[in-house]
T-cell receptor, first 113, second 116 residues
Framework: GDSVTQMEGPVTLSEEAFLTINCTYT??????LFWYVQYPGEGLQLLLK?????DKGSNKGFEATYRKETTSFHLEKGSVQVSDSAVYFC????????????FGRGTSLIVHP | DTAVSQTPKYLVTQMGNDKSIKCEQN?????MYWYKQDSKKFLKIMFS???????INETVPNRFSPKSPDKAHLNLHINSLELGDSAVYFC???????????????FGEGSRLTVL
């Protein structure tokens, strides 16, 4: 079956540091890839997505590139802020009409001033 | 307008009670989901409905029963609550690929269930 593996947290950084959260996947089909963010006390919301190989998703300074050859979708940000502190989920969806989503375990990011 | 709304947001109850959580989406999506998130933030899919039909039913105790009266609503009823049911329950929806969906899920804000 499909699976998503992302690095365990928590990841603790100082403000303005560079962020990488690794994500790799296995899928039987050709999935779309996503990063979701969950701020404290809230539901998950889409951060960025990529639907085909070599696509780069970007939003709020975060980027991730769909790498089919390495089955990866690593999340990066050049300069994190305290407000980026949240839990980040890597996910994939495959479709046979309805989407069947698979989530990673989530990575907690803590950014200190 | 809230796209995916769940009620109640907080629920505190005693072991053995029965409770329900309601979910509504106003996005016109065809598929709805229920997820359970534990204290370590792990998300586990419980159920998924497409146009009122059950399409995903993971290994969940049969004390949990989803009901979809129409494609905009997916409610979760839990019988004989146990301590281990304490968690945050999220409702989500997505649009089918045939209707332009890309696999993105839209989540509600969650319902925190505490069983004492």
């Amino acid at each position: 079956g499909d699976s998503v593996t992302q690095m365990e947290g928590p990841v603790t950084l100082s403000e303005e540091a560079f962020l990488t959260i690794n994500c790799t996947y296995t899928a039987t089909g050709y999935p779309s890839l996503f990063w979701y963010v969950q701020y404290p006390g809230e539901g998950l919301q889409l951060l960025l997505k990529a639907t085909k190989a070599d696509d780069k998703g970007s939003n709020k300074g975060f980027e991730a590139t769909y790498r089919k050859e390495t089955t990866s979708f690593h999340l990066e940000k050049g300069s994190v802020q305290v407000s980026d502190s949240a839990v980040y989920f890597c996910a994939l969806s495959t479709s046979g009409g309805s989407y069947i989503p698979t989530f990673g375990r989530g990575t907690s990011l803590i950014v200190h001033p | 307008d809230t796209a995916v709304s769940q009620t109640p947001k907080y629920l505190v109850t005693q072991m053995g009670n029965d409770k329900s959580i309601k979910c509504e989406q106003n996005l016109g999506h065809d598929t709805m989901y229920w997820y359970k998130q534990d204290s370590k933030k792990f998300l586990k899919i419980m159920f998924s409905y497409n146009n009122k039909e059950l399409i995903i039913n993971e290994t969940v105790p049969n004390r949990f029963s989803p009901k979809s009266p129409d494609k905009a609503h997916l409610n979760l009823h839990i019988n004989s609550l146990e301590l281990g049911d304490s968690a945050v329950y999220f409702c989500a929806s997505s649009q089918d690929s045939q209707r332009g969906g890309t696999g993105e899920l839209f989540f509600g804000e969650g319902s925190r269930l505490t069983v004492l």
